[in-house]
């Protein structure tokens, strides 16, 4: 099992970014795919999360400004993050759940500073 984030970097505060998590060995359609980030220390926590039936919740710190969606087709998540703040600067983590059996990307930094 393969989960692989891109589209991560350094932008400045106000813009944007989009990053994907391309799944492979899964039956992807099935899994609840989230978004997870970590700043230097501060505990994971979770910012994103869609359903296998294209159901969203987001965090409250994120709301919108943030949005998750999946691709299916292209087992693919993506988290598409506008008015990016400083505090949104983190390493950005996709996972993959279904019915407890977990798997976790290898994370994609986003810094967001001027």
């Known amino acids: 099992v393969q989960l692989v984030e891109s589209g991560g970097g350094l932008v400045q505060p106000g813009g944007s970014l989009r990053l994907s998590c391309a799944a492979s060995?899964?039956?992807?359609?099935?899994?609840?795919m989230d978004w997870y980030r970590q700043a230097p220390g501060k505990q994971r926590e979770l910012v994103a999360s869609?359903?296998?039936?294209?159901?969203?919740n987001h965090a409250d710190s994120v709301k919108g400004r943030f949005t998750i969606s999946r691709d299916n087709a292209k087992n693919t998540v993506y988290l598409q993050m506008n008015s990016l703040k400083p505090d949104d600067t983190a390493l950005y983590y996709c996972?993959?759940?279904?019915?407890?059996?977990?798997?976790w990307g290898q994370g994609t930094q986003v810094t967001v500073s001027s």
């Open positions: 060995r899964i039956t992807f359609s099935l899994y609840v």
């Open positions: 869609i359903s296998s039936d294209g159901m969203t």
């Open positions: 996972r993959a759940n279904f019915k407890g059996l977990v798997y």
